[in-house]
Protein backbone atom coordinates (compact mmCIF):
# COMPACT_ATOMS: atom_id res chain seq x y z
CA UNK A 1 0.00 0.00 0.00
CA UNK A 2 1.03 3.45 -0.93
CA UNK A 3 2.30 6.39 1.60
CA UNK A 4 -1.35 7.97 0.41
CA UNK A 5 -3.38 5.51 0.72
CA UNK A 6 -2.35 4.78 4.38
CA UNK A 7 -2.82 8.31 5.14
CA UNK A 8 -6.24 7.67 3.41
CA UNK A 9 -6.96 4.91 5.46
CA UNK A 10 -5.52 6.05 9.13
CA UNK A 11 -7.72 8.43 11.36
CA UNK A 12 -5.74 9.89 14.79
CA UNK A 13 -6.62 7.38 18.07
CA UNK A 14 -7.71 10.21 20.36
CA UNK A 15 -10.54 9.37 22.56
CA UNK A 16 -10.27 8.21 25.66
CA UNK A 17 -13.07 7.50 28.29
CA UNK A 18 -14.53 11.10 29.48
CA UNK A 19 -14.65 12.22 25.94
CA UNK A 20 -16.33 9.12 24.73
CA UNK A 21 -18.98 10.17 27.78
CA UNK A 22 -19.45 13.56 26.42
CA UNK A 23 -19.90 12.72 22.77
CA UNK A 24 -22.19 10.29 24.06
CA UNK A 25 -24.48 12.62 26.66
CA UNK A 26 -24.06 15.11 23.75
CA UNK A 27 -25.68 13.44 21.06
CA UNK A 28 -28.55 12.03 22.87
CA UNK A 29 -29.41 14.48 25.27
CA UNK A 30 -30.83 16.98 22.57
CA UNK A 31 -33.56 19.58 22.21
CA UNK A 32 -36.10 17.25 23.51
CA UNK A 33 -34.62 17.99 27.35
CA UNK A 34 -36.76 21.75 26.77
CA UNK A 35 -39.23 20.07 25.06
CA UNK A 36 -40.76 16.83 26.04
CA UNK A 37 -41.17 16.45 29.75
CA UNK A 38 -44.04 19.32 29.91
CA UNK A 39 -45.29 17.34 26.79
CA UNK A 40 -44.85 14.17 28.14
CA UNK A 41 -46.97 15.37 31.74
CA UNK A 42 -49.29 17.19 29.76
CA UNK A 43 -50.25 13.77 27.85
CA UNK A 44 -49.82 11.04 31.19
CA UNK A 45 -50.00 13.45 34.17
CA UNK A 46 -47.90 12.49 37.03
CA UNK A 47 -47.65 8.91 35.54
CA UNK A 48 -45.51 10.29 32.73
CA UNK A 49 -42.33 9.67 35.48
CA UNK A 50 -43.45 5.76 34.49
CA UNK A 51 -42.97 6.52 30.58
CA UNK A 52 -39.62 8.21 31.53
CA UNK A 53 -38.27 4.66 33.98
CA UNK A 54 -39.57 2.67 31.12
CA UNK A 55 -38.07 4.16 28.28
CA UNK A 56 -34.88 4.38 30.81
CA UNK A 57 -34.62 0.94 30.90
CA UNK A 58 -35.53 -0.33 27.69
CA UNK A 59 -33.11 2.28 25.52
CA UNK A 60 -30.26 0.34 28.12
CA UNK A 61 -30.24 -2.38 25.51
CA UNK A 62 -29.84 -0.42 22.59
CA UNK A 63 -27.30 1.58 23.98
CA UNK A 64 -24.90 -1.77 25.06
CA UNK A 65 -25.59 -3.06 21.63
CA UNK A 66 -23.94 -0.34 20.21
CA UNK A 67 -21.09 0.02 22.45
CA UNK A 68 -20.45 -3.87 22.13
CA UNK A 69 -20.17 -3.55 18.44
CA UNK A 70 -18.12 -0.47 18.68
CA UNK A 71 -15.71 -2.58 21.41
CA UNK A 72 -15.39 -5.82 19.12
CA UNK A 73 -15.35 -4.23 15.67
CA UNK A 74 -14.12 -0.03 15.81
CA UNK A 75 -14.76 1.45 12.67
CA UNK A 76 -15.42 5.03 11.00
CA UNK A 77 -18.30 3.59 9.47
CA UNK A 78 -19.99 3.31 12.39
CA UNK A 79 -23.41 1.03 12.13
CA UNK A 80 -23.07 0.62 8.57
CA UNK A 81 -19.94 -1.08 8.87
CA UNK A 82 -21.63 -3.74 11.38
CA UNK A 83 -24.16 -3.98 8.91
CA UNK A 84 -21.62 -4.87 6.23
CA UNK A 85 -19.98 -7.85 8.38
CA UNK A 86 -22.76 -9.16 9.20
CA UNK A 87 -24.72 -8.89 5.59
CA UNK A 88 -22.39 -7.80 3.25
CA UNK A 89 -21.59 -4.69 1.46
CA UNK A 90 -25.13 -3.88 -0.08
CA UNK A 91 -26.65 -3.33 3.19
CA UNK A 92 -23.60 -1.90 4.84
CA UNK A 93 -23.47 0.91 2.56
CA UNK A 94 -27.39 1.14 2.36
CA UNK A 95 -27.47 2.07 6.35
CA UNK A 96 -24.25 4.13 5.63
CA UNK A 97 -26.65 6.75 3.44
CA UNK A 98 -29.34 6.24 5.92
CA UNK A 99 -27.04 8.03 8.37
CA UNK A 100 -25.22 10.12 6.40
CA UNK A 101 -29.48 11.40 4.65
CA UNK A 102 -30.24 12.44 8.30
CA UNK A 103 -27.87 14.43 9.44
CA UNK A 104 -27.85 17.27 6.70
CA UNK A 105 -31.05 17.25 7.57
CA UNK A 106 -31.38 17.03 11.46
CA UNK A 107 -28.22 19.21 12.09
CA UNK A 108 -29.78 22.68 10.71
CA UNK A 109 -33.27 21.69 12.31
CA UNK A 110 -31.44 21.22 15.88
CA UNK A 111 -29.31 24.40 14.90
CA UNK A 112 -32.70 26.93 14.43
CA UNK A 113 -34.59 25.08 17.31
CA UNK A 114 -31.84 26.41 20.04
CA UNK A 115 -31.36 29.58 18.03
CA UNK A 116 -34.85 30.09 18.78
CA UNK A 117 -34.98 30.09 22.39
CA UNK A 118 -32.45 33.47 22.51
CA UNK A 119 -34.03 35.32 19.34
CA UNK A 120 -37.62 35.18 21.38
CA UNK A 121 -35.34 37.00 24.19
CA UNK A 122 -33.93 39.47 21.75
CA UNK A 123 -36.96 40.18 19.47
CA UNK A 124 -34.78 38.83 16.57
CA UNK A 125 -36.47 38.18 13.12
CA UNK A 126 -35.86 35.19 11.16
CA UNK A 127 -32.72 36.61 9.18
CA UNK A 128 -30.48 37.09 12.49
CA UNK A 129 -31.87 33.82 14.03
CA UNK A 130 -30.90 31.62 11.15
CA UNK A 131 -27.79 33.64 10.66
CA UNK A 132 -26.56 32.85 14.28
CA UNK A 133 -27.78 28.40 13.34
CA UNK A 134 -25.78 28.91 10.28
CA UNK A 135 -22.41 30.65 12.24
CA UNK A 136 -22.68 27.53 15.10
CA UNK A 137 -22.96 24.90 12.55
CA UNK A 138 -19.71 26.51 10.75
CA UNK A 139 -18.10 26.75 14.52
CA UNK A 140 -18.94 23.07 14.88
CA UNK A 141 -17.53 22.12 10.89
CA UNK A 142 -14.52 24.02 11.93
CA UNK A 143 -13.96 22.24 15.15
CA UNK A 144 -13.78 19.21 13.61
CA UNK A 145 -11.64 20.72 10.79
CA UNK A 146 -9.19 21.15 13.45
CA UNK A 147 -9.75 17.22 14.86
CA UNK A 148 -11.63 14.97 17.44
CA UNK A 149 -9.10 15.85 20.13
CA UNK A 150 -10.04 19.62 19.84
CA UNK A 151 -13.79 19.20 19.48
CA UNK A 152 -13.38 16.50 21.87
CA UNK A 153 -12.44 18.65 24.54
CA UNK A 154 -14.92 21.30 23.70
CA UNK A 155 -17.36 18.81 23.92
CA UNK A 156 -16.16 17.93 27.14
CA UNK A 157 -16.68 21.78 28.54
CA UNK A 158 -20.23 21.59 26.80
CA UNK A 159 -21.60 18.47 28.48
CA UNK A 160 -20.56 20.12 31.59
CA UNK A 161 -21.93 22.87 31.50
CA UNK A 162 -24.98 21.26 30.12
CA UNK A 163 -25.35 19.33 33.58
CA UNK A 164 -24.61 21.66 35.88
CA UNK A 165 -27.73 23.87 34.07
CA UNK A 166 -29.92 21.03 34.74
CA UNK A 167 -29.26 20.60 37.90
CA UNK A 168 -29.68 23.98 38.72
CA UNK A 169 -32.85 23.59 37.25
CA UNK A 170 -33.63 21.01 39.21
CA UNK A 171 -31.93 22.03 42.66
CA UNK A 172 -33.67 25.66 42.36
CA UNK A 173 -36.97 24.13 41.62
CA UNK A 174 -36.98 22.08 45.05
CA UNK A 175 -38.53 24.62 47.35
CA UNK A 176 -41.58 24.98 45.05
CA UNK A 177 -42.16 20.86 45.19
CA UNK A 178 -45.95 19.96 45.90
CA UNK A 179 -46.97 16.31 46.59
CA UNK A 180 -50.45 17.58 45.62
CA UNK A 181 -49.22 17.87 42.65
CA UNK A 182 -49.18 14.11 41.98
CA UNK A 183 -52.61 13.39 42.47
CA UNK A 184 -54.77 12.16 40.31
CA UNK A 185 -51.26 9.95 39.58
CA UNK A 186 -53.13 8.15 36.08
CA UNK A 187 -55.62 10.94 34.88
CA UNK A 188 -56.21 9.46 31.42
CA UNK A 189 -55.58 5.78 31.87
CA UNK A 190 -52.88 3.50 31.02
CA UNK A 191 -53.23 3.66 27.26
CA UNK A 192 -51.59 7.53 28.08
CA UNK A 193 -48.53 6.27 29.19
CA UNK A 194 -47.91 4.10 26.45
CA UNK A 195 -48.36 6.56 24.08
CA UNK A 196 -45.95 8.76 26.05
CA UNK A 197 -43.38 6.15 26.11
CA UNK A 198 -43.31 6.90 22.05
CA UNK A 199 -42.84 9.84 22.48
CA UNK A 200 -40.34 9.36 24.58
CA UNK A 201 -38.15 7.88 22.60
CA UNK A 202 -36.55 10.77 20.54
CA UNK A 203 -35.37 11.90 23.81
CA UNK A 204 -32.83 8.99 23.91
CA UNK A 205 -31.88 8.73 19.95
CA UNK A 206 -28.24 9.22 19.65
CA UNK A 207 -26.40 6.10 20.46
CA UNK A 208 -25.39 5.18 16.54
CA UNK A 209 -23.68 8.74 16.06
CA UNK A 210 -20.37 7.89 18.52
CA UNK A 211 -20.21 4.44 16.74
CA UNK A 212 -18.68 6.10 13.67
CA UNK A 213 -15.35 7.89 15.99
CA UNK A 214 -14.71 3.96 17.69
CA UNK A 215 -11.90 4.10 14.83
CA UNK A 216 -10.53 6.65 16.68
CA UNK A 217 -11.15 5.40 20.46
CA UNK A 218 -7.47 4.95 22.50
CA UNK A 219 -8.68 1.77 24.09
CA UNK A 220 -11.76 0.67 22.22
CA UNK A 221 -12.64 -2.75 23.76
CA UNK A 222 -12.05 -1.12 27.73
CA UNK A 223 -13.66 2.36 26.87
CA UNK A 224 -16.77 1.84 25.00
CA UNK A 225 -19.12 0.00 26.57
CA UNK A 226 -17.91 1.76 30.04
CA UNK A 227 -18.47 4.74 27.92
CA UNK A 228 -22.72 3.65 27.26
CA UNK A 229 -22.70 2.74 30.82
CA UNK A 230 -21.78 5.67 32.39
CA UNK A 231 -23.44 8.11 30.01
CA UNK A 232 -26.83 6.10 29.82
CA UNK A 233 -26.57 6.88 33.97
CA UNK A 234 -26.36 10.35 33.23
CA UNK A 235 -28.83 11.04 30.75
CA UNK A 236 -31.66 8.50 32.47
CA UNK A 237 -30.71 10.63 35.53
CA UNK A 238 -31.04 14.04 34.24
CA UNK A 239 -34.33 12.95 32.00
CA UNK A 240 -36.01 11.77 35.08
CA UNK A 241 -34.91 14.71 37.36
CA UNK A 242 -36.47 17.08 35.27
CA UNK A 243 -39.47 15.35 34.12
CA UNK A 244 -40.32 14.45 38.10
CA UNK A 245 -39.36 18.52 39.07
CA UNK A 246 -41.59 19.32 36.21
CA UNK A 247 -44.26 17.31 37.68
CA UNK A 248 -43.43 18.49 40.89
CA UNK A 249 -43.70 22.20 40.14
CA UNK A 250 -47.09 21.20 38.26
CA UNK A 251 -44.88 23.62 35.22
CA UNK A 252 -46.74 22.51 32.46
CA UNK A 253 -50.39 22.75 31.10
CA UNK A 254 -52.11 25.98 29.70
CA UNK A 255 -49.47 26.62 27.03
CA UNK A 256 -47.20 26.38 29.19
CA UNK A 257 -45.79 22.76 28.18
CA UNK A 258 -43.49 23.56 25.44
CA UNK A 259 -41.43 25.90 28.03
CA UNK A 260 -41.84 23.48 31.26
CA UNK A 261 -38.02 24.06 31.66
CA UNK A 262 -37.86 27.71 31.17
CA UNK A 263 -41.11 28.00 33.76
CA UNK A 264 -39.25 25.90 36.11
CA UNK A 265 -36.24 27.90 36.54
CA UNK A 266 -37.84 30.77 36.52
CA UNK A 267 -40.03 30.04 39.57
CA UNK A 268 -36.79 30.86 41.61
CA UNK A 269 -34.46 32.88 39.22
CA UNK A 270 -37.42 35.15 37.51
CA UNK A 271 -36.99 36.09 34.16
CA UNK A 272 -33.01 35.37 34.63
CA UNK A 273 -34.11 31.77 34.31
CA UNK A 274 -35.39 32.27 30.83
CA UNK A 275 -31.71 33.16 29.84
CA UNK A 276 -30.44 30.29 31.24
CA UNK A 277 -32.79 28.53 29.14
CA UNK A 278 -31.80 30.13 26.11
CA UNK A 279 -28.00 29.57 27.02
CA UNK A 280 -28.65 25.69 27.44
CA UNK A 281 -30.39 25.69 24.15
CA UNK A 282 -27.26 26.70 22.65
CA UNK A 283 -25.22 24.64 23.95
CA UNK A 284 -27.09 21.94 23.52
CA UNK A 285 -27.39 22.62 20.12
CA UNK A 286 -23.19 22.76 19.89
CA UNK A 287 -22.84 19.39 21.67
CA UNK A 288 -25.32 17.34 19.61
CA UNK A 289 -24.87 18.93 16.80
CA UNK A 290 -20.92 18.39 16.97
CA UNK A 291 -21.70 14.49 17.77
CA UNK A 292 -23.46 14.01 14.85
CA UNK A 293 -21.15 16.44 12.28
CA UNK A 294 -17.81 14.55 13.78
CA UNK A 295 -20.17 11.11 12.97
CA UNK A 296 -21.63 11.96 9.54
CA UNK A 297 -18.23 12.98 8.64
CA UNK A 298 -16.57 9.77 9.32
CA UNK A 299 -19.49 7.62 7.29
CA UNK A 300 -18.93 10.07 4.04
CA UNK A 301 -15.01 8.39 4.48
CA UNK A 302 -16.02 5.11 4.93
CA UNK A 303 -18.35 5.11 1.79
CA UNK A 304 -16.13 6.96 -0.26
CA UNK A 305 -13.65 3.96 0.07
CA UNK A 306 -16.38 1.52 -0.69
CA UNK A 307 -16.64 3.27 -3.85
CA UNK A 308 -20.67 4.23 -3.14
CA UNK A 309 -19.62 7.69 -2.59
CA UNK A 310 -17.87 10.15 -4.74
CA UNK A 311 -13.98 10.62 -4.42
CA UNK A 312 -13.99 13.09 -2.73
CA UNK A 313 -15.90 12.31 0.35
CA UNK A 314 -12.62 10.56 1.00
CA UNK A 315 -10.71 13.48 1.31
CA UNK A 316 -8.59 14.04 4.37
CA UNK A 317 -6.78 16.80 6.09
CA UNK A 318 -2.99 16.68 5.67
CA UNK A 319 -2.10 18.25 8.84
CA UNK A 320 -4.90 17.47 10.95
CA UNK A 321 -6.24 13.47 9.82
CA UNK A 322 -9.61 14.83 10.19
CA UNK A 323 -12.61 13.71 6.92
CA UNK A 324 -12.68 17.56 5.15
CA UNK A 325 -14.59 15.68 2.16
CA UNK A 326 -17.40 14.68 4.45
CA UNK A 327 -17.38 18.11 6.30
CA UNK A 328 -17.46 19.92 3.32
CA UNK A 329 -20.47 17.42 1.98
CA UNK A 330 -22.01 18.49 5.45
CA UNK A 331 -21.24 22.10 4.51
CA UNK A 332 -22.92 22.05 1.19
CA UNK A 333 -26.00 20.62 2.19
CA UNK A 334 -26.62 23.04 5.82
CA UNK A 335 -26.51 25.97 3.33
CA UNK A 336 -29.46 24.47 1.11
CA UNK A 337 -31.50 22.90 4.43
CA UNK A 338 -31.17 26.97 6.33
CA UNK A 339 -32.08 28.66 2.87
CA UNK A 340 -34.89 26.45 2.67
CA UNK A 341 -36.55 26.75 5.64
CA UNK A 342 -35.54 30.43 6.04
CA UNK A 343 -37.74 30.60 2.78
CA UNK A 344 -40.26 28.44 4.61
CA UNK A 345 -40.16 26.41 1.32
CA UNK A 346 -40.95 23.76 3.25
CA UNK A 347 -41.31 23.80 7.77
CA UNK A 348 -39.24 22.58 10.30
CA UNK A 349 -41.52 20.33 11.49
CA UNK A 350 -42.13 18.66 7.72
CA UNK A 351 -38.45 18.09 7.38
CA UNK A 352 -38.22 16.70 10.99
CA UNK A 353 -39.86 13.67 10.32
CA UNK A 354 -37.34 12.95 7.59
CA UNK A 355 -34.21 12.34 10.20
CA UNK A 356 -36.47 10.79 12.16
CA UNK A 357 -37.38 7.92 9.83
CA UNK A 358 -33.82 7.40 8.71
CA UNK A 359 -32.31 7.27 12.70
CA UNK A 360 -35.22 4.77 13.01
CA UNK A 361 -33.80 2.67 10.37
CA UNK A 362 -30.55 2.97 11.05
CA UNK A 363 -31.33 1.56 14.49
CA UNK A 364 -33.52 -1.48 13.54
CA UNK A 365 -30.70 -1.94 11.05
CA UNK A 366 -27.78 -2.15 13.86
CA UNK A 367 -30.16 -4.31 15.95
CA UNK A 368 -30.02 -6.86 13.18
CA UNK A 369 -26.80 -6.60 13.20
CA UNK A 370 -25.72 -7.12 16.45
CA UNK A 371 -28.27 -10.71 16.25
CA UNK A 372 -25.76 -12.00 14.01
CA UNK A 373 -22.52 -10.74 15.57
CA UNK A 374 -23.03 -10.67 19.22
CA UNK A 375 -23.98 -14.77 19.12
CA UNK A 376 -20.81 -15.61 21.54
CA UNK A 377 -21.94 -12.78 23.96
CA UNK A 378 -24.94 -14.04 25.70
CA UNK A 379 -25.82 -10.30 27.31
CA UNK A 380 -25.07 -8.29 24.44
CA UNK A 381 -27.50 -11.39 22.18
CA UNK A 382 -30.09 -10.69 24.40
CA UNK A 383 -29.78 -6.68 24.58
CA UNK A 384 -29.75 -6.86 20.67
CA UNK A 385 -32.93 -8.75 20.47
CA UNK A 386 -34.85 -6.16 23.12
CA UNK A 387 -33.57 -2.97 21.00
CA UNK A 388 -34.78 -4.80 17.69
CA UNK A 389 -38.01 -5.91 18.86
CA UNK A 390 -38.63 -2.32 20.18
CA UNK A 391 -37.70 -0.64 17.62
CA UNK A 392 -39.55 -2.64 14.86
CA UNK A 393 -42.62 -2.22 17.40
CA UNK A 394 -42.58 1.72 17.56
CA UNK A 395 -41.19 1.98 13.55
CA UNK A 396 -44.92 1.79 11.85
CA UNK A 397 -46.27 4.45 14.13
CA UNK A 398 -43.88 6.97 12.00
CA UNK A 399 -46.38 7.60 9.30
CA UNK A 400 -45.78 8.72 5.74
CA UNK A 401 -41.95 9.71 7.06
CA UNK A 402 -41.34 5.67 7.08
CA UNK A 403 -41.01 5.71 3.18
CA UNK A 404 -38.13 8.24 3.36
CA UNK A 405 -35.81 4.98 3.86
CA UNK A 406 -37.44 3.63 1.12
CA UNK A 407 -36.03 6.12 -1.02
CA UNK A 408 -32.56 6.05 0.07
CA UNK A 409 -32.69 2.30 -1.29
CA UNK A 410 -33.36 3.08 -4.00
CA UNK A 411 -30.90 6.08 -4.41
CA UNK A 412 -27.80 3.19 -3.37
CA UNK A 413 -29.26 0.71 -5.72
CA UNK A 414 -28.64 3.32 -8.34
CA UNK A 415 -25.19 4.12 -7.13
CA UNK A 416 -24.19 0.44 -6.54
CA UNK A 417 -25.19 -0.21 -10.39
CA UNK A 418 -23.43 2.79 -12.00
CA UNK A 419 -20.16 1.15 -9.90
CA UNK A 420 -20.73 -2.07 -11.22
CA UNK A 421 -20.83 -1.13 -14.50
CA UNK A 422 -17.96 0.85 -14.16
CA UNK A 423 -16.20 -1.81 -12.99
CA UNK A 424 -16.79 -3.83 -15.82
Same mark, same amino acid.
Not at 199 to 211: D, M, N, Q, R
Given at each position: ?196 ? +? @? =? /? ?8 ? &?? *????? #? ?106 ? +? @? =? /? ?8 ? &?? *????? #? ?78
Amino acid at each position: MSQGKQKQASLQKTLNLPQIVTLYVGAVVGSGILLIPGLAAEMAGPASLIAWLAMSVLVLPMAITMGLLSAKYPSSGGVSHFVRLAYGDRYGNIVGWFFLLSVPIGAPILAVTGTRYLGILLHWGDGQTFMLAGLLLLLVLLMNVFGLQLAGKIQTIVVSLIIVILLMAIATSIPHFDSGNFTPFLPDGWLSVVQTA +G @L =L /FWCFIGWEAV &TH *LSEEF #VDPERDAIRGVLWSAGLVALLYFGTAFMTVATHSYGEQLSSTSLSVMIQLSLGPFGGWVVAVTALFICIATANAYVSAASRIALALAKQGIAPKWFGLIHGKYRTPIG +G @L =L /FLAICFAIVL &TV *LLTDT #VSLAQLLNLPNATFFATYISGCLAGVRLLRENKSGLAAAWISLVVTICLYPFLGWSALYPLLVVVLVLVLDRKKTSAQR
